[in-house]
């Protein structure tokens, strides 16, 4: 039960600092700006994303997702994080480190978003860079992956800019927006 508490409580334990963002893992309270940032942004991220539910915005839809993340977190395969601005503690976006794999893998993939007033304000470098090291540093993993698609430039500069390399091509990687899209794979290995 302890492992809930990140998502219930109302001072959350984990909180990862970033230069200019910090990251926490979502609350029962984040719920308003978060379907108020979504909403906003909704035709800017839903070319890149899954297909939104009919719902996906509800209260009840909310509590569902903190529920998935805490499971997720409680066997330590997924790391979820909102991702705010520090000056003024406004919600900018998300960012989650999943498909946690030990053993002789000791890897994860990272998915991010961030809502579109946010952009290209330098907040999702912060938010990567600092997961980065979450995540060799906090939790000793030797790789990160993560995907895009060929036409999401923005992610791709991002991703180069953080450190990750280019590893290849996945034809009708994820299923986004309804259909099935390649996607460019990187990946970062941990220095030495």
Known sequence: MSVLLPFLSPRPRLRLQGRAVYLRPPMQRDYAPWAAL??????????????????????????????????????????????FRREDDALLGAIRLFHVR?????TGTIGYWLGEPYVRQGHMADAVETLIRFAFHGLGLHRLEAACMPENHASAALLAKCGFSEEGYAHAYLKINGAWRDHRLFGLVAPE
């Open 38 to 83: 979504r909403s906003r942004s909704r035709a800017f991220l839903e070319p890149w994303e899954p297909t939104w539910p009919e719902h996906d915005l509800s209260r009840a839809a909310f509590r569902a997702r903190l529920a998935a993340y805490a499971r997720e977190l409680e066997l330590g395969e997924a790391y979820p994080f909102f991702i």
């Open 102 to 106: 030990r053993g002789v893998s000791l």
